[in-house]
């Protein structure tokens, strides 16, 4: 992944980075980054997101571990790849859910 930054209202580079921009990666980078967000995740947070896709299906394996290390706490699920953002809130909920918090300070 290569990211790179513009100011919004530069249509011109937005139209030229559209052009050269992956959707399926773009897809895989949203759905991992919506498990960082659901679990308000940092530099601090022990967790871990790989998304893939096959078959117009994207899947997302994903890990968090307890603030002590001692638990780990682990998803992987699959959905039509149209539902990144959502598959990525999905699993970062049921990640917070099953850890009931023990990844936080």
Do not use: P, W
Request: charge should be positive.
């Amino acid at each position: 992944v290569i990211a790179l930054q513009c100011r919004k209202d530069d249509k011109n580079l937005i139209g030229l980075l559209n052009k050269i921009n992956d959707k399926e990666t773009e897809n895989c980078i949203r759905a991992e980054r919506n498990v960082l967000k659901v679990l308000d995740g940092d530099c601090e947070t022990a967790v871990g997101a790989f998304a893939e896709i096959n078959d117009n299906q994207i899947k997302l394996e994903a890990e968090l571990f307890s603030l002590d290390g001692q638990k780990r706490f682990h998803v992987k699920l699959a959905r039509d790849m149209k539902k990144s953002n959502d598959l990525g809130l999905e699993v970062g909920e049921i990640l917070k859910k099953k850890s009931n918090n023990s990844y936080k300070k």
